[in-house]
Nanobody, 118 residues
Framework: QVQLVESGGGLVQAGGSLRLTCAAS????????MGWFSQASGTERMLIAS???????TYADPVKGRFTVSRDNARNTVYLQINSLKPEDTAVYYC????????????WGQGTQVTVSS
């Protein structure tokens, strides 16, 4: 069983950057599709970035060009680099894992809060 632990959130000024980290325990990380979700207060959780075992990535339109997802299979870790932060990026960010055949994210971390001040 894989467990996910996010870190790297915090309070940052608009225009700043953060790198979120999701550390996975377990022995199957390299086969997992990994996703980053954001959930602002009062809204639904939204998929913002994903990365396949091969390294292929997808992004939601609002974050294209500002967010970069990457993974280090040797370290069982996935990252989310967030640049040019905006107040509307304020949310709890969750990482999630999806085992083959990659149909549904079914394992979640506890989330890390990102707050962007204007």
């Amino acid at each position: 069983q894989v467990q996910l632990v996010e870190s790297g959130g915090g309070l940052v000024q608009a225009g700043g950057s953060l790198r979120l980290t999701c550390a996975a325990s377990g022995r199957t990380f390299s086969s997992l599709r990994m996703g980053w979700f954001s959930q602002a207060s009062g809204t639904e959780r939204m998929l913002i970035a994903s990365i396949m075992p091969s390294g292929g990535t997808t992004y939601a339109d609002p974050v294209k060009g500002r967010f970069t997802v990457s993974r280090d299979n040797a370290r069982n870790t996935v990252y989310l680099q967030i640049n040019s932060l905006k107040p509307e990026d304020t949310a709890v960010y969750y990482c999630a894992a999806d085992s083959p055949p990659w149909e549904r994210y079914d394992l979640w971390g506890q989330g890390t809060q990102v707050t962007v001040s204007s």
